[in-house]
């Protein structure tokens, strides 16, 4: 078994619902569980942060889970729970009614044309360090959160 965090985000439709959903999803999926989330934020699209068109706030969370599945076939049963949950991908960045990334995967490292682990952005985003840190605080350093704290997240749940 492995330890993996995923991120969830939403911000179309009822991004709350969207993402309690993809938490009971998720620890649906085969050889593995759910062991934590963390609570829901509520955070500004980065295009907004930006500077470019905005879009409606997003409800963001993190899963940490254990799994025994290998991490291609992780990332291939999240995207098969965004496609159930609506999501289309018209252009980068767009708005959608979920999100999941694989952020974490064990102590592995994957450069692959499908999947990067550690995810290559997740450093830079407070939606992304301030729910992992709820669950997970011995990942996100003081320096790290101290880096995105010019990006607001505020805790709804």
Known sequence: MVTA???????????EAAIRQAFIAINALPGGSVKKTSSLY??????????YAPGGD?????????????APALLQHLQQIEQ????VRPHINAPRTL?????????????????????PRMWQRAFVLVPLAEIAP????AN????VEDQPVVRTR
């Open 5 to 15: 965090y995923i991120a969830l985000g939403a911000n179309l439709g009822d991004a």
């Open 42 to 51: 509520k955070t500004a699209p980065l295009e907004t942060l930006h500077g």
């Open 58 to 70: 997003y409800i963001n969370a993190v899963v940490e889970i254990e799994t025994s599945l290998s």
């Open 84 to 87: 159930a949950a609506g999501r």
């Open 99 to 119: 999100d999941l990334d694989l952020l974490l995967y064990g102590e592995g490292r994957i450069d692959s044309t499908s999947l990067t682990v550690p995810h």
């Open 138 to 141: 011995r990942l996100v350093t």
């Open 144 to 147: 790290a959160l101290k880096a």
